[in-house]
């Protein structure tokens, strides 16, 4: 298979780009700094520069994959959320994704598959609310930069290209992301619950992501959104206590709902809303998870 990449120097596409070679696929990543990259992913890789918004320079390579997979997009949890910021988080989604269709439509040759990722934030802030891929989009920012962020490859689907939506919790890896952010307190001794604690933690090893995306991209009956969490959502008390068992810490330290929102701004809820996302379609699907509970994930990764 030859697969075209936009994102693929990101932590998930980072992974992503190794499985697909170390099974002796071809991987084409799209990055706007083709030297920077030439460190972060596996030899063999074509990097192909692109600055984002348009399919200039790279378009006809299209002409030649098999399947797209589409991540671009700026982090969401980088800094504040000026309004600067969060105008570059919408329009580095929605312009990457309108221009992989641009690409797609000049195509002759199309590709079979384009997956279009999203996150769980789709949902919004949903409480104890169990949220299957049937429930609605919420109407707060990061819901609506999802939805957004989904709609800008759907045109695709008018062209004959499969597309799977892929809306993904927060992602654990002890290569980059969240995770080593959220163990640091727990190193230093000061680790504890977020806000209330009670917020739901949607949450998923970084080897099942991979497997994910990979079943989606082979499955020639995948469409549609998927949640690509592990099938046991738990809450945010209950994480902490359990990193903490796995790294011999204490988690007795709270950060107050406060305090976060003082630091954080508006960003803040990412950290104090959850989202109670389950796999329902992955897990119809057959998906086989290699760390379906939390505390197998946290041991591999402590």
Known sequence: MRVLIAGGTGLIGTALVKSLRDDGNEVITLTRSPEQATNRVSSGV??????????????????????????????????????ARKRRIRESRVEAGQALVAAVADA??????????????????????????????GSDFLAEVCFEWE????????????????????????????????????RLFAG???GSGNQYFPWIHIDDEVAAIRLLLSSETAFGPYNLTAPEPLRNRDFVRLLGRAMRRPALIPTPSFALKMIFGEMSTVLLDGQRAVPSRLQRAGFEYLFSGIEDALNDLC
């Open 46 to 83: 074509q990097l192909e520069r692109w600055d984002g918004r348009t399919a200039e320079g790279w378009g006809p390579l299209v002409e030649e994959v098999d399947a797209i997979v589409n991540l671009a997009g700026e982090g969401i949890a980088d800094g504040r959320w000026t309004a």
């Open 192 to 194: 504890g619950p977020l």
């Open 151 to 186: 709609a800008s490859t759907a045109d695709v689907e008018d062209m004959g290209v499969r597309r799977p939506v892929i809306r993904t919790g927060v992602v654990l890896s002890g290569e980059g992301g969240a995770f080593p952010r959220m163990s640091l307190p727990f």
């Open 108 to 137: 002759t040759s199309k590709p079979d598959v384009l997956i279009q990722s999203s996150a769980v934030g789709f949902y919004g802030p949903c409480a104890d609310e169990i949220l299957t891929e049937e429930a609605a989009a």
